[in-house]
DNA sequence: ACGCCTATCTATACGATGTATAGAACGGAG
DNA sequence: CTCCGTTCTATACATCGTATAGATAGGCGT
């Protein structure tokens, strides 16, 4: 049962690794050693297929947005009873408590290499699929109104910011407070509905 | 000019070397011996004063949160042509771009410890002015309806969303856009104004 | 005035991390 | 079959946070 010099896919293996690191203990613990070690190889393998540390956690983010983007697309494919923005706010806002420590890798860019092209370009999907979820501009949809515009930016600031403060325990606090009554889909309608 | 063993008072000269270090180089290079290093002292010396390094970010963080709520009630005591939450807001903005490593520090609640005294009021009295920044309630102030509760929330998601993407670069594709022509305030008011 | 006691600061050590380098093992091209 | 580049290992180094032990100084009781 020994392990092969040559791994096969290390790559895919590596990447695995980090996933599942980055979800059973948290974004601190993503160490390039520890990958290594879960993946049961060297701690300097994955130098070939992914230079340093920025190129495996890019390329573990590129994973990451598009999933991400998986669950914007459904939502907007199925708003259910919702109106398809309102839709996408809740399913960005999912996203971001089902993984918390992807979501935080995804949206802290200082670790990250956008010039990677699987990153940026799953990052680009992600902000066309929020720019898409609004009424679009009927005249010339490549350049929108300043109102659609501020819509947009509007609304993916609310998203992000709700997202952002909710991980960061930031609302427990008014999440507690009885009319709310800890639910967190119930706050954020509330908070769309301003 | 030899210094003195003991340095009279070194937990303020260490946090005016962390926040010296904190603006110049950023986050990242905010470490313990970096800042002992820049005070002129031992790298263990920090450890009486605040601990482990937790202990110093927190502290720095509650002097940011009380920079950050200096400007915020000044925005709210002179509004000018804005209505006192579009006031708020652009504060907010305006402190997250001044002093964006700072901001990420006070909004990162990872390495912080909000069981300091310090921390914990401080952040406690920017969410108040944050609330205060809203009609409140007439009938009990103190139980807010879920309207306001929701106009709170949502007011606050907003503006740190915006804070938070404009930092991270999210927005620099939009803000390039002719409609806002590199104006962060113009774009804030359009995304305030959905 | 004197001696101890505690807080403060230094020196050293240890494990962990990212990265650079050199060498070993493999696989395919000629 | 040989050579060569790719992949992986082994080792080394600087840096980090932290634990520990020892040096220094200021304050307090006597």
Redesign the interface.
């Known amino acids: 049962m020994k392990r092969p010099y040559h791994h096969g896919d290390l790559p895919a293996a590596l990447l695995r690794a980090a996933g599942e690191i980055l979800r059973s203990e948290g974004?601190?613990a993503l160490t390039l050693r520890a990958v290594a070690r879960r993946a049961g190889v060297s701690h300097m393998a994955p130098a070939p297929h992914f230079g340093d540390l920025s190129g495996l956690l890019s390329e573990l983010a590129a994973i990451g947005y598009g999933l991400f983007n998986d669950t914007l697309r459904q939502a907007q494919d199925h708003p259910g009873h919702r109106s398809v923005p309102t839709a996408t706010a809740h399913a960005y806002v999912a996203f971001a408590r089902t993984e918390p420590a992807m979501f935080l890798l995804m949206?802290?860019?200082?670790r990250l290499d956008f010039g990677r092209p699987a990153l940026a370009a799953a990052a680009a999907e992600a902000?066309r699929l929020l720019m898409r979820s609004l009424p679009a501009n009927a005249s010339k949809p490549d350049v929108?109104?300043?109102?659609t515009?501020?819509?947009?930016?509007?609304?993916?600031?609310?998203?992000?910011?709700?997202?952002?403060?909710l991980i960061?325990?930031?609302?427990d606090?008014?999440l507690a407070?009885p009319?709310?009554d800890g639910d967190v889909d119930r706050?954020l309608?509330?908070?769309?509905?301003?």
Do not use: K, N, Y
């Not at 949206?107 to 200082?110: P, Q, V």
């Not at 960061?168 to 609302?171: F, P």
């Open positions: 974004l601190p949206f802290r860019s200082e902000t929108p109104s300043p109102a515009l501020g819509r947009a930016v509007g609304q993916w600031s609310v998203v992000h910011g709700f997202a952002m403060l960061d325990g930031r609302l606090g008014i407070a009319e709310c706050l309608d509330l908070a769309l509905a301003s």
